[in-house]
């Protein structure tokens, strides 16, 4: 996994561990945040410096980083003291974090997860940032990039699609043909199963219950559309709604052609499976591709959009979560700080960035796209046509909502599907706490 290459557990809303932590058998132990903190300095910290907290702690991130900030260093001759934590206990421990003396610069993510942190007056405002950078980034991307006051918050690196990959020499070799329809979809798992394969890979064991939620995102937009899925993230809209239970009736319809033991497996080894040529199929983001090591593999990936359920809605909705930096409330060295947000937003740093992690794409549309293969050019393209682009449920909701109560309920549930009454109930009732008129 990258510092934001995949969606991740959500971040804890302050408070609300207590309350809803038993719902689904949650112990506190289980819940805790391990700690997380600066390397920043005092109230004198050195003027030259810049302290960046980060969490990509593994090697294609760490590198794709280092080499943006040694670009930067160069170009401005301010030094970047990188805080680097492993991603899920940045995840957990973002609330303190941002309370205590976090670092200058962080890494985050644009849309509801950063107007959640800007809404409690965590972050501080990036408006001059934009002032040099804005005229490289599309409108959407620069409503991403604003809190509910209008104000700049963000500034995005990277962007990348989920979507239903597989090997294009799989599919060749056994006569498939891609989906466009529930139904084409349905009968291609069918008919992968019957050919001694897994139709589609699973893995959400451990920290990776996160993953579950591509495949319950695209079954609520496809089934219900953009405008319903975004309500039911907001928590405007009940979740024993008739259109919820009708995501869990088309979710279980699905789960026979999951691999099995999804829950006692990670996400990389589900995707291991697919390059193995032992799951057919893999609804994944294109963070994918960090697990090939070579190029022959990489080549023969593909993708195609999660197939159409209602016709209304088609298949004008993207998953495409869009990852950046925000500025810390109180920092040390803010026109250093502010020196590098302007940077990371350029294209120069995004062109760097993409040299060394391949798997994500620049969302400064002034970047070169001259490096990227045909994966990312098709993804490219995807995102491009959308209609509509959801950032993926733990950054659309209440973190708080998602990470207690959403995602533990949805996982229990995929162990043993039925029609979900229950299970909805029980999201429901603790919707309130969470959300307020």
Request: charged share 25%; with cysteine.
């Amino acid at each position: 996994m990258t510092q934001a290459s995949r969606p991740t557990p959500a971040a804890d809303g302050p408070g609300r561990r207590g309350v809803v932590g038993g719902l689904f058998g949650l112990t506190a132990a289980a819940l805790a945040a391990p700690v997380l903190t600066a390397c920043g300095g005092g109230p004198s910290a050195d003027p030259k410096t810049v302290t960046f907290g980060s969490n990509g702690a593994d090697a294609t991130p760490k590198s794709a980083y280092a080499a943006v900030t040694e670009a930067f260093h160069e170009q401005s001759g301010l030094t970047v003291r990188t805080n680097t934590v492993d991603h899920d206990t940045f995840q957990k421990g973002i609330t303190s974090y941002l309370q205590g003396t976090p670092d200058d610069v962080f890494t985050w993510f644009a849309g509801y997860r950063m107007r959640y942190f800007a809404k409690k007056g965590l972050v501080s405002p990036v408006d001059d940032v934009w002032d040099t950078i804005g005229d490289g980034f599309t409108d959407a991307a620069k409503q991403l990039s604003r809190g509910e006051d209008g104000t700049y918050y963000s500034v995005p690196l990277y962007t990348y699609p989920w979507a239903v990959f597989h090997r294009k020499s799989l599919f060749a070799e056994r006569g498939y043909e891609v989906p466009a329809t529930w139904d084409e979809f349905i009968a291609l798992a069918k008919r992968m199963r019957d050919d001694g394969l897994a139709p589609v890979a699973s893995g959400y064991g451990g920290g990776d219950t996160w993953s579950v939620l591509g495949a319950f995102d695209y079954l609520d937009l496809r089934a219900n559309g953009y405008d319903f899925h975004v309500s039911l993230m907001r928590g405007e809209t009940s979740w024993t709604d008739r259109r919820t239970r009708r995501v869990l009736d088309l979710w279980r319809e699905l789960t026979p052609y999951y691999q099995r033991s999804g829950g006692g497996r990670s996400w990389q080894d589900a995707a291991q499976s697919l390059l193995d040529k032992k799951s057919g199929m893999a609804v994944i983001g294109l963070f994918l591709g960090q697990q090939v090591t070579d190029e022959e593999t990489r080549a023969d990936l593909d993708f195609f959009a999660f197939p159409e359920i209602d016709p209304a809605h088609g298949r004008d909705a993207v998953e495409a979560p869009t990852d950046g930096f925000m500025l810390s409330r109180g920092p040390k060295n803010p026109d250093g700080a502010k020196k590098l947000l302007a940077y990371l937003g350029g294209a120069n740093a995004e062109e760097t960035y993409m040299k060394a992690d391949p798997s994500n794409l620049a969302a400064n549309e002034k970047a070169s796209t001259a490096s990227y293969d045909a994966l990312q050019t098709k993804s490219a393209e995807l995102i491009g046509s959308a209609r509509h682009i959801s950032q993926f449920a733990d950054r659309d909701s209440d973190p708080g909502f998602v990470s207690t109560v959403v995602l533990p309920g949805l996982t229990e549930w995929l162990g043993h599907p039925d029609d979900g009454t229950a299970t909805l109930k029980k999201i429901e009732s603790q919707r309130s706490r969470f959300f307020t008129a």
